[in-house]
């Protein structure tokens, strides 16, 4: 999922900024800022061994 994310980060940037309201509105503060951004790609950094190792461990399973 935050492989999709990141391929779409452009258009996820783009589309907060194109459907921000006014200042009211509750939403505007649930969008992903350049610091989000930067925690989901340590995060994205540290998962990626799990992910390899689970997927090298599902196919060791399925061969037999």
Do not use: C, N
């Amino acid at each position: 999922m935050l492989e999709r994310a990141f391929k779409l980060k452009d258009a996820i940037d783009l589309y907060q900024s194109h459907h921000r309201q006014t200042a009211e509105d509750p939403l505007d503060d649930d969008v992903l800022t350049a610091d989000d951004w930067q925690e989901l790609s340590l995060l994205r950094q540290l998962l990626a061994p799990m992910k390899k190792m689970s997927l090298l461990l599902q196919s060791d399973f399925e061969a037999g």
